[in-house]
């Protein structure tokens, strides 16, 4: 048996993506999205309602989009839920400081561990920023013994959309273009 939901975001799982941006003023800041991901080798789309850190986007044509771990969950969900419309002092409430990215015009946030830096290509629709990825900045202690990523050491959130909850990432199941061939 099984049964309907309706037209909702169920594409699980969802990434807790934290867009670093820069004002006028050159003031870091930072919000958490979860509508989006990746669309492309090396492209990166969301949606966004009006926020600063769009002002911030259409005024730099540039961003950073770290991702959110269980680490920094507290600090993650605060910059989600304050504007930097409101709070001036979010990105230090939050505990995050940040560094230029050597690629964009646009922070790093120094407490996560794995930021892609991107240009803006296009804005779609008004509200959807599409995204060029022109680098990936990882925190060696995220990198295992070859240089790459390891998920021993690092623990992304993801977002449950239905019960607005965040769940760390889980253990190994198996491997990817391998586990198929016991079918062959």
């Keep these: 048996m099984s049964k309907n939901l309706g ?28 509508w989006g991901g ?5 492209e990166i789309i969301f949606d966004l309602g009006s926020h600063k850190t ?18 920094h969950v507290v600090a993650c969900d605060y910059v989600g839920i304050v504007s930097a419309n409101d709070e001036p002092d979010k990105m230090k409430k939050a505990g995050f ?3 230029k990215s050597e ?10 561990s794995l930021t892609m830096e991107c240009k803006l290509k296009e804005i779609i629709d008004g509200d959807k920023f599409l995204g060029e990825i022109v680098n990936v900045v990882a925190d060696d202690r995220i990198l ?25 990432l889980g253990d190994r199941v198996g ?10």
């Design 97 to 99: 400081t940040t560094r």
């Design 7 to 34: 037209a909702k975001p169920m594409l699980v799982p969802q990434p807790v993506m934290m867009i670093g941006t820069y004002d006028a003023d050159g003031n870091a800041n930072v919000m958490n999205a979860a």
């Design 103 to 112: 690629f964009v015009n646009a922070p790093v946030i120094n407490e996560l």
């Design 144 to 168: 295992g013994d070859d240089g790459e990523i390891t998920y021993e050491e690092f623990h992304p959130i993801v977002f449950d959309t239905i019960g607005h909850g965040y769940f760390a």
């Design 54 to 71: 769009t002002e911030n986007i259409k005024l730099n044509k540039a961003f950073t989009v770290a991702i959110a771990d269980a680490e």
């Design 175 to 184: 491997d990817a273009f391998s586990e198929g061939n016991k079918l062959k």
């Design 38 to 42: 990746i669309v492309g080798a090396n």
